[in-house]
């Protein structure tokens, strides 16, 4: 099985940055790809990014322009560049890995416990 234990969330103002990282380890066959996504005080949780193995990344409306996604397969990590922070992007930033533990098994989706950013100023 796939463990995954994000890391960089903080208190920060309104402008700042943060840089989020989430680190894969278990039994790991391939991963497909890696994603964020966020979840505000009585809100569902959303997609913020995603990348693929093939490098193509995709981005919630919200974010494009300010956050940047990038990953690194030989230290199985996937990092999340947020600048010019705003308020409403407070939340619980949880990382997302669609893996399967042997070539033979199917894909299947594995999440990390969150780590929180609070904007506030």
């Known amino acids: 099985q796939v463990q995954l234990v994000e890391s960089g969330g903080g208190l920060v103002q309104p402008g700042e940055s943060l840089r989020l990282s989430c680190a894969a380890s278990?039994?790991?066959?391939?991963?497909?790809?890696m994603g964020w996504y966020r979840q505000a005080p009585g809100k569902e949780r959303e997609l913020v990014a995603g990348?693929?193995?093939?490098?193509?990344?995709n981005y919630a409306d919200f974010v494009k322009g300010r956050f940047t996604i990038s990953r690194d397969d030989f230290k199985k990590t996937v990092y999340l560049q947020m600048n010019s922070l705003k308020p409403e992007d407070t939340a619980v930033y949880y990382c997302n890995a669609r893996a399967r533990p042997r070539i033979a098994s199917p894909y299947r989706d594995y999440w990390g416990e969150g780590t929180l950013v609070t904007v506030s100023s």
């Open positions: 278990g039994v790991i066959g391939s991963i497909n790809a």
């Open positions: 990348i693929t193995s093939g490098g193509s990344s």
